[in-house]
């Protein structure tokens, strides 16, 4: 009999077959066919995502873009979403089947199609190409990324404020760039209102396990952490987990208080729709140009934070709206000096702040997070 690690493993082989068979028959877009005329007026966007649109964390994050850009612009734009393109030559193959289904603008939502975004775009020179996290350009190739740290750090004064341990227990996915400047944002955020906070990282090594995230959790709350958080795709798992061990919680991505209807003290939230409608509305007008990374965070109204649950004293919510406030006008920056990471080296001097790009690139641990 197989387990249920070897089944999870085995049905989400059988998907990605099945997936590339529909792609290469053309089978798997028929919300937008033939029927619908590709001069119709309307400005076709096609949308691909790694994982299933319902996953209530990044790739639902972009679907609710999605559904934003289409209901900010008042009927000018149809967007095609595809869930659960691998990051392989099937993700050539779906942008390849949007664009012939008429689709203006192609938006690769994960990191991992890079290639496939830089190759396809040559072969479509009229198309436009946004891609997530991506550093390679082309005159119809743009990318696009969110200051998410910057809601982080909100969140670590929230964190910082609600523990009594003072032990941070954050899941992580991998020890890469984009998990190490969420969570350095964290602590940087903690330790700002609480110096004696220290934060625990557990990697799990996948993007979406509820299983792996619910164990790890567990293995944090035994250690004596008493606020958590996932830096995840989905962290669905480390909420219920929070819930179930009665902990407070840190959202990420979207809004998970159906989760931890007690414990969710508040979370992080990407506003894609946002980006999204400044992007499309510049390509509209003609204005647009690739060879740009479209970035924005609490100023741009590119990222936010959810509601606080009710159990989060006023004066704690004030504080975290009154640094939110002092990072939209200018005046606080996530990642200005001194900074040490966690073996007491100098990365950020007094009197420097790292920029956007340099922050994005991020592969070390702040003084605190182990």
């Known amino acids: 009999m197989l387990s249920n690690r070897s089944l999870h493993h085995t049905l989400h082989r059988i998907r990605r077959s099945l997936l590339a068979f529909l792609l290469g028959m053309g089978l798997l877009l028929s919300s937008c066919s033939k ?72 938006i690769a939502t994960s990191f991992g199609y890079q290639d496939s975004t830089v190759a396809v775009a040559a072969r479509h020179p009229d198309a436009r190409f946004l891609q997530a996290w991506g550093f390679k350009y082309g005159p119809n190739v ?17 964190a910082g404020r609600m523990t009594k341990s003072n032990k941070l227990g954050i899941v992580a996915a991998f020890p890469i760039p984009p998990m190490k400047w969420q969570m350095d944002a964290y602590v940087l955020g903690a330790r700002s209102v609480n ?17 792996l995230s619910a164990q790890a959790t567990d293995a944090l709350v035994d250690a004596g952490h008493d606020v958590v958080c996932g830096v995840l795709d989905n962290s669905v798992g480390v909420a219920q987990a929070a819930e179930r061990r009665g902990v407070w919680l840190i959202g990420h991505n979207t809004d998970l208080s159906s989760f931890a209807p007690t414990r969710c003290l508040s979370g992080t939230r ?10 499309v509305n510049a390509m509209l007008a003609n204005t647009w140009r690739g060879g740009t990374d479209a970035s924005g965070g609490l100023k741009e109204g590119f990222v936010g934070i959810t509601n606080f649950l009710p159990a989060v004293p006023r004066t704690v919510q004030d504080e975290v709206e009154r640094v939110r406030n002092l990072i939209i006008s200018g005046e606080r920056s996530v990642y200005a000096g001194p900074i040490r990471d966690n073996t007491g080296a100098v990365r950020v001097p007094a009197g420097q702040t790292l920029t956007h790009p340099q922050i994005m690139a991020i592969d070390w641990q702040v003084e605190g997070l182990k």
Do not use: C
């Open 142 to 158: 743009g990318s696009f990324s969110s200051r998410m740290y910057e809601s982080w750090y909100l969140m670590g004064i929230l």
């Open 195 to 211: 110096p004696k906070v220290t934060a625990t990282v557990a990697y799990i090594n996948h993007w979406f396990d509820p299983v």
């Open 270 to 279: 990407w506003i894609w729709g946002r980006l999204y409608s400044t992007e």
């Open 35 to 106: 029927n619908q005329p590709a001069d119709s007026g309307v400005f076709q966007v096609g949308m691909l995502t790694n994982g299933p649109l319902n996953d209530s964390g990044y790739n639902h994050a972009h679907q609710q873009g999605a559904q934003m850009l289409e209901s900010e612009s008042n009927g000018k734009v149809k967007v095609t979403p595809v869930a659960n393109v691998p990051e392989t030559a099937d993700s050539q193959r779906a942008m390849e089947q949007l664009l012939a289904s008429g689709s203006k603008l192609m």
